[in-house]
C-alpha cells in the first residue's frame, strides 16, 4: 500500500510538475510575442527615422539646387542688364576684379575694394582727364562688385 501511495504521489508530482512546466511555457511565448512585436515596431521605428532622414536630405539638395540655378539681376560691364547664375558670377566677379585694376591673387572684401576705388576715382573720372568709356566700365564693376559683397 505504502508503495502504491508512493507511486500515485510520484505520479501526481510528474504531472504537478508537467501542468506548471506548460504554464511556464505559455507565459514565455507570451513574453517572447511581446518582445516580437516591440522589435517589429522598433523596426517600423526605424524605418520611418531612415525615410524621414533620407527625405530631410532630398530636401536640402532641393534647395542647393535651386539656389545654383536661381539668377541675379546684374548690369554688366557694358551697361546691359543680365541675369547670372551663381557659377556665372564667378566669371562675372573676376571680370569687374581686372577692369579695376586689382590683382587676382586673393579674394577681396568689400572694404578693401572701396578703398582701392576711393584711392582711384579721382584719377579716372572724366572731369579730371580720365576716359568716359572707361569711367563707365569702372564704375559697372565697382557697383557689381558691392552687390556680390553683401
Keep these: 500500500m505504502e508503495l502504491i501511495a508512493a507511486i500515485l504521489?510520484?505520479?501526481?508530482?510528474i504531472g504537478l510538475a508537467i501542468v506548471l512546466a506548460g504554464a511556464a511555457?505559455?507565459?514565455?511565448l507570451a513574453i517572447a510575442a511581446r518582445s516580437i512585436d516591440s522589435v517589429r515596431d522598433r523596426g517600423q521605428v526605424d524605418k520611418v527615422v531612415v525615410n524621414h532622414n533620407r527625405l530631410l536630405y532630398l530636401i536640402a539638395q532641393e534647395r542647393k539646387r535651386k539656389i545654383t540655378e536661381q539668377k541675379y539681376r546684374f548690369t554688366d560691364l557694358n551697361g546691359q542688364t543680365v541675369f547670372l547664375t551663381v557659377a556665372e558670377q564667378k566669371i562675372f566677379k573676376t571680370e569687374c576684379i581686372i577692369s579695376l585694376g586689382l590683382?587676382?591673387?586673393?579674394?577681396?572684401t568689400k572694404a578693401e575694394v572701396r578703398?582701392?576705388?576711393?584711392?582711384?576715382?579721382?584719377?579716372?573720372?572724366?572731369?579730371?582727364?580720365?576716359?568716359?568709356?572707361?569711367?563707365?566700365?569702372?564704375?559697372?564693376?565697382?557697383?557689381?562688385?558691392?552687390?556680390m559683397n553683401e
Design 9 to 13: 504521489a510520484s505520479i501526481l508530482v
Design 103 to 108: 590683382a587676382l591673387v586673393k579674394p577681396f
Design 115 to 147: 578703398n582701392h576705388w576711393r584711392k582711384n576715382v579721382i584719377n579716372w573720372h572724366p572731369d579730371q582727364g580720365g576716359d568716359v568709356e572707361q569711367w563707365l566700365v569702372r564704375l559697372r564693376a565697382y557697383e557689381a562688385l558691392m552687390l
Design 25 to 28: 511555457w505559455k507565459v514565455f
